[in-house]
């Protein structure tokens, strides 16, 4: 059974660089697609980008300048930052596995809440 | 680009049957595959469709999905209705290798 846990700092301030890792276990990031997805309070779910089995990334286009997604398969997790956050960055952060390039998000973390405020 | 478009909310009884559309605004809703969520409150979303109409090990025959080429959107319809189904649904797909998501559904039964 894969399971995915973020990890990182729950507040950051404006203008910073918002930081997550995202551990896998039960499965290896050498396989498959890694996602990172977001959902701003009381709001839908926004995808943010992903890294495959190649280290290739793809960026949603309306953040991409912003977006750095690493992987270091030797600790089997994923990473995520944000750079010149603002307060429309508050959101949970969810990490997802999709099977292929199309696929659908078959496995999630639970979440994490990074809230962006000085 | 396109988007996806969902209704707001959609409200049925237990028992019953409700269908959550999903309409893709350009290029055609065969394009790529079209996979849907359930989220509950505080809850990461899980996955109930994938690739249109297949459904995962444990989620119960009560969900379908189909896509329909003429309207241009896809629909995920839960017959049987529970009060456990009273969740936010999303449809997601893709648009080149970018994930788009719809603006999700809030489910209500009663």
């Known amino acids: 059974q894969v399971q995915l846990e973020e990890s990182g700092p729950g507040l950051v301030k404006p203008s910073e660089t918002l930081s997550l890792t995202c551990t896998v276990s039960g499965g290896s990031i050498g396989s498959h697609f890694w996602n990172w997805i977001r959902q701003p309070p009381g709001k839908g779910l926004e995808w943010i980008g992903n890294?495959?089995?190649?280290?290739?990334?793809s960026h949603n286009p309306s953040l991409k300048s912003r977006v750095t997604i690493s992987e270091d398969t030797s600790k089997n997790h994923f990473s995520l930052k944000l750079s010149s956050v603002t307060a429309a960055d508050t959101a949970v952060y969810y990490c997802?596995?999709?099977?292929?390039?199309?696929?659908?998000?078959?496995?999630w973390g639970q979440g994490t809440l990074v809230t962006v405020s000085p | 680009n396109f988007m996806l478009t969902q209704p707001h909310s959609v409200s049925e009884s237990p028992g019953k049957t409700a269908t959550i559309s999903c309409t893709r605004s350009?290029?055609?809703?065969?394009?790529?595959?079209v996979h849907w969520y359930q989220q509950r409150p505080g809850i990461a979303p899980t996955i109930v469709i994938y690739?249109?109409?297949?459904?995962p090990s444990g989620v119960p025959d009560r969900f379908s999905g189909s896509i329909d080429s003429s309207s241009n959107s896809a629909s995920l319809t839960i017959s049987g209705l529970k009060t456990e189904d009273e969740a936010d649904y999303y449809c997601q797909s893709y648009d080149s290798s970018s994930a788009v998501f719809g603006g999700g559904t809030h489910l209500t039964v009663l």
């Open positions: 350009s290029g055609s809703i065969a394009s790529n595959y």
């Open positions: 890294i495959d089995s190649r280290g290739a990334t």
């Open positions: 690739e249109d109409n297949q459904r």
């Open positions: 997802a596995r999709s099977f292929y390039y199309d696929g659908g998000f078959d496995y």
